[in-house]
């Protein structure tokens, strides 16, 4: 391991703006989020005042739609599912007409805001537009009565109407109910970083709940001096309060190499002044390595709640993947890089479009969500993968559907129920969309590890079945890795479709879980018996999510692991 020069302190800052991550819930519940996309005029105070009290904090911003569509087509190729890269393709033909994507430039940044939930301010987003002409049509498709504006007119009052104003060469979109704004030019509030990220967040630190950061700080400190025996005790009991003091602006990064399409998370901490951090003594230690097992959660955190990352996270790296965490610390920043395989960027697409669901909450119409929703991520909808693949599907098939289900004989559990209880919880999985199965009698039940295709549907012709869905167990863990007190699912399970009438196999599919996917749980939250249940069910609904269409939303954690 090659020795770099860190600094003890900075090391712990590094790790506060990674539990910040891992706590992005909790701060956006307390409107830290916000949106930095124009100095906000609020009519009772004078424009210097407002400046003052900065109500918006923050920016997201995609590096460009070219982007995003590489990636997708990525994500999509990677998950075994090209047709999805191709309908991607060919809504973007659709809307391009020639004047590039709908009237925009796809070159360039773009991005959208959140505003503080506290506040009365709509959400805003920007976008850069190579035609504003082409860019209205289909606008207006989606909202016919679109108010227009342009830079030097007098700014809108607020009102209920859907606005549109082109400045500088973008289109700022925004809802002007309870909207009071003044426009700004796009270089101040796109982060001069965000060119280089395929997606970006920048937030003001000094927004941040003082006391929340610092009630982190000693777990945060004591869990790397359990993983870093060299790393000194702290010297300096306010250190977390310096931090807070001192730090002037949080930068996240996502970056996907074009080459390998290994991803790269940094993630910076900026001073308000340029020299702030060089108080902290440096020390020298080696760069360090975790697993995944350890980590995964907290950099999926960012997205929770996402039902589209939850099924690809699931089929993502290796569980022994390794990420690289380099520090370097300056007198301007201190920056965390964090190298990931190049199986991991199938998150960020999902980024781009599940997080517009978050904005539902401030009041911004259904309609611009649906605009700005299919501009960058597509159809709202999921459709089944099983439907997908095979251009049939279950839900419409009148055919009786026979449903199989064993474990390995190396899958070893505390009793013989694991697929008898999972066979019945697909089951009522796939009930729930009207997905009607049958099975069997466990005498009659097949060896799926040795029965072939032919087999399986020679046994469905005797129970007068037009399918057979085979479900075989091949890994099922609940304890975490190298822990006797923690909890963790690992499971994966091969979902193989036979069509009785010819015999041949034509859906094969396997599915990973790793439930919860943020990371382990403590065994006194819960006993094992309700961990097993609640992971069972987990893993059913991944399986019922290949045969039935899905929504955003569908998916809900269960709260007693929160």
């Known amino acids: 391991m090659q020795s770099r020069r860190f600094m003890a302190d900075k090391v712990v800052v590094a790790h506060l703006t990674e539990e910040l991550l891992m706590r992005s819930r909790h701060i956006l519940s307390r409107g830290i989020f916000a949106a930095a996309l124009w100095t906000v005029c609020i009519p009772s105070l004078s424009a210097a005042e407002a400046a003052e009290r900065r109500p918006f904090v923050g920016v997201m911003t995609i590096s460009s739609l070219n982007d995003v569509q590489d990636d997708l087509h990525y994500v999509f190729e990677s998950a075994g599912i090209p047709e999805k890269a191709r309908t991607i393709q060919a809504m973007a033909n659709l809307m391009t007409a020639g004047f590039g994507s709908a009237g925009i430039d796809s070159t360039k940044p773009l991005g959208w805001a959140i505003v503080d939930r506290q506040a009365d301010y709509a959400p805003f987003g920007f976008?850069?537009?190579?035609?504003?002409?082409?860019?209205?049509?289909?606008?207006?498709?989606?909202?016919?009565?679109?108010?227009?504006?342009?830079?030097?007119?007098?700014?809108?009052?607020?009102?209920?109407?859907?606005?549109?104003?082109?400045?500088?060469?973008?289109?700022?979109?925004?809802?002007?109910?309870?909207?009071?704004?003044?426009?700004?030019?796009?270089?101040?509030?796109?982060?001069?970083?965000?060119?280089?990220?395929?997606?970006?967040?920048?937030?003001q630190v000094d927004q941040i709940d003082d006391e929340h950061f610092v009630e982190t700080f000693e777990a945060i400190y004591a869990d790397l001096q359990a993983r870093i025996p060299d790393l000194p005790k702290l010297s300096d009991d306010e250190l977390p309060e310096q931090i807070v003091a001192q730090a002037g602006n949080l930068f996240v990064g996502f970056r996907i190499s074009q080459e390998d399409r290994g991803t790269v998370l940094e993630m910076r901490l900026a001073p308000k002044a340029e020299k702030s951090f060089e108080q902290f003594q440096p020390v020298e230690i080696s760069n360090i390595e975790f697993s995944t097992n350890a980590y995964w959660g907290a950099l999926l955190n960012?997205?929770?709640?996402?039902?589209?990352?939850?099924?690809?996270?699931?089929?993502?790296?290796?569980?022994?993947?390794?990420?690289l965490f380099q520090l370097q610390p300056t007198a301007k920043q201190i920056r965390l890089r964090v190298k990931i395989g190049k199986a991991y960027p199938r998150i960020v697409a999902h980024a781009y479009s599940s997080t517009f669901s978050d904005m539902m909450p401030f009041g911004m119409p259904p309609k611009t969500l649906i605009l700005l929703g299919y501009l960058i991520g597509g159809p709202p909808s999921i459709e089944p993968a099983f439907d997908e693949a095979t251009g049939l599907s279950l839900k419409q098939s009148s055919r009786k559907l026979l449903l199989v289900c064993q474990a390995k004989d190396t899958v070893k559990t505390d009793d013989n129920t694991l697929a008898a209880t999972l066979q019945q919880s697909v089951r009522d999985q796939l009930k729930s969309r009207d997905i009607t199965t049958s099975k069997i009698s466990k005498s009659k039940t097949p060896d799926l590890q040795t029965t072939s295709a032919k087999d399986l549907a020679t046994l469905g012709k005797s129970e007068e079945a037009g399918f057979v869905i085979s479900l075989l167990i091949k890994k099922f863990t609940l304890v975490e890795d190298g822990s006797s007190d923690l909890y963790r699912c690992r499971a994966t399970v091969d979902v193989s479709v036979i069509r009785v009438g010819n015999g041949e196999s034509i859906f094969e599919r396997e599915v990973n879980i790793h439930f919860p996917l943020r990371g382990p749980v403590s065994n006194k939250k819960l006993p094992l018996k309700r961990f097993r249940e609640l992971s069972i069910k987990d893993l059913s609904q991944q399986i019922g999510y290949i045969f039935y269409e899905r929504y955003a939303g569908d998916y809900d954690a269960p709260t007693e692991l929160e």
């Open 302 to 323: 960012l997205l929770d709640d996402v039902p589209e990352l939850r099924e690809l996270a699931g089929n993502m790296a290796p569980v022994e993947q390794k990420i």
């Open 127 to 203: 976008v850069p537009i190579e035609d504003e002409e082409q860019f209205l049509k289909l606008v207006r498709v989606y909202v016919p009565y679109v108010k227009v504006t342009h830079a030097g007119q007098k700014e809108p009052p607020p009102n209920d109407e859907f606005v549109v104003h082109f400045q500088d060469g973008y289109a700022f979109i925004y809802y002007g109910k309870k909207a009071a704004v003044r426009f700004a030019s796009p270089k101040d509030f796109i982060p001069e970083d965000a060119k280089l990220f395929d997606f970006s967040v920048s937030v």
